[in-house]
């Protein structure tokens, strides 16, 4: 049982545009919510996270999204450059940032020059 | 000055034998973790420690054995490996601010 889905294995995004990853998720008890970044090769490197108490939360070039009503949150990067290019996974947790993380299978992102 | 440092980084071994991944992290975190990313890319807790407690073991086999001597060091013994066990293990620390990451073990059981 997937509790944390992002459906696009991947995306391609020109340099200087906006990427837009989303995630999706399944338990209502979850409060609190990452992106992670990861380069092969390495372990995943924290990006931006969001409490369920609140809709937005931005971090220079990458805001976080969270629509508690639909279970859905996304990842804006906006504008998208090369060194961007990464596996990124949505997490989400019960309880704040350091309780188990229950992953999503991620999204490779592509950031073309 | 590496955060959090796993060995090996690759280990290639037959089915049946026993290993140990290392961890160690300098940060000072509480609690410790292991997550395995198997072949499908599904990042898994596997055991949660805090000061040396285990807090969480997400029904793993018990041929995984995870070992914290201190709250820096957690270690992860597996026996009688498996073809399935083949997969990247993750260490990972955190405290309120969230977690930090190892670089990930490759182990491939053949």
């Known amino acids: 049982d997937q509790q944390v889905k992002q459906n696009s294995p991947s995306l391609s995004v020109q340099e200087g545009r906006i990427s837009i990853l989303n995630c999706d998720y399944t338990?209502?008890?979850?409060?609190?919510f990452l992106w992670y970044k990861k380069y092969p090769a390495e372990g995943p490197t924290f990006l931006i996270s969001?409490?369920?108490?609140?809709d937005k939360n931005e971090d220079g070039r990458f805001t976080v999204f969270l629509n508690k009503s639909a279970k859905h949150l996304s990842l804006h990067i906006v504008p998208s450059q090369p060194g961007d290019s990464a596996v990124y996974f949505c997490?989400?947790?019960?309880?704040?940032?350091?309780?188990?993380?229950?992953f999503g299978t991620g999204t490779l992102l592509a950031v073309q020059p | 000055d590496t955060a959090v440092s796993q060995t090996p980084k690759y280990l290639v071994t037959q089915m049946g034998n026993d290993k140990s991944i290392k961890c160690e992290q300098n940060?000072?975190?509480?609690?410790m973790y292991w997550y395995k990313q198997d072949s499908k890319k599904f990042l898994k807790i596997m055991f949660s420690?805090?000061?040396?407690?285990?807090?969480i073991n997400e029904t793993v086999p018990n041929r995984f054995s995870p070992k914290s001597p201190d709250k820096a060091h957690l270690n992860l013994h597996i026996n009688s490996l498996e073809l399935g066990d083949s997969a990247v293990y993750f260490c990972?620390?955190?405290?309120?601010?969230?977690?930090?990451f190892g670089s990930g073990t490759r182990l491939t059981v053949v």
């Open positions: 997490a989400a947790s019960k309880g704040g940032a350091t309780n188990k993380l229950i």
């Open positions: 338990n209502s008890m979850f409060d609190y």
């Open positions: 969001i409490s369920s108490i609140k």
């Open positions: 990972a620390s955190s405290n309120t601010d969230g977690y930090t």
């Open positions: 940060l000072g975190h509480d609690t």
């Open positions: 420690y805090n000061n040396k407690e285990l807090i």
